[in-house]
Structure formats: C-alpha cells, structure tokens
Nanobody
Framework: QVQLVESGGGSVQAGGSLRLSCAAS????????QGWFRQAPGKEREFVAL????????LYADSVKGRFTISKYNGENTVYLQMNSLKPEDTAVYYC???????????????WGQGTQVTVAS
C-alpha cells in the first residue's frame, strides 16, 4: 500500500508561482512513475507532468511546458511540481499519483493523493 499527501496549494495572482509537494509513504517501487494531474470544475482530470520515481525522464503536457518543472531528489520520497508564470486557466485541484506505467492516462495510475487546490486570479 502507498499513501500520498500533497501540499503547497493556494491562491496567487496571474504570473505568480507555487510549488506543490507530494510525499509518499509505503512501498513505492523504484521503477514506478509519479504523475501530477489536475481537475477543474466540470472538466475531465488531465495530465500535467510525470517523472520516473528513480528520477529523470520527465514528461509535460503542452499546456504547462516551459512553465512547470517536476523534480525528485535522490533519497527523498517527495516529488515536487514547481509552477511558474501561472495563468487563470491553471486553476484546478492538483493530484499526485503513482503507477507502474509511463503513461499520461490517469486511469492507469494506482494510488492517489487527496488533492490540493490551486487558484490563479486574473
């Protein structure tokens, strides 16, 4: 079993920055993938970014490429999502998840955090 806890959400003005954290406990296999997803009211959950649990090989949605950075440091059980140049359309609940496949489809992820709200005011 794996537990994930997100933190770092909040409210910012457009152009601002936030850093989300996702702390994992339990048995996360080094081969697994850590993903960030978001869901705005009335919309489908969408992929934001992912990284291999052992590091490297990050992948981003086109909508956040160049503005968001996913990272994980060796020896830590926490994955970060640095979000810069935030836009009102980034407003959503952000979720972290882990799963065995290098995929952007949220349905393929096995464990999920509770989510953290990010609100960007124009």
């Amino acid at each position: 079993q794996v537990q994930l806890v997100e933190s770092g959400g909040g409210s910012v003005q457009a152009g601002g920055s936030l850093r989300l954290s996702c702390a994992a406990s339990g048995r996360v296999l080094s081969s697994w993938i850590q993903g960030w997803f978001r869901q705005a009211p009335g919309k489908e959950r969408e992929f934001v970014a992912l990284i291999r649990w052992r590091g490297g090989s990050a992948l981003y949605a086109d909508s956040v490429k160049g503005r968001f950075t996913i990272s994980k440091y060796n020896g830590e059980n926490t994955v970060y999502l640095q979000m810069n140049s935030l836009k009102p359309e980034d407003t959503a609940v952000y979720y972290c998840a882990v799963g065995p496949q290098y995929e952007t489809n949220h349905r393929l992820y096995k464990y999920w955090g509770q989510g953290t709200q990010v609100t960007v005011a124009s």
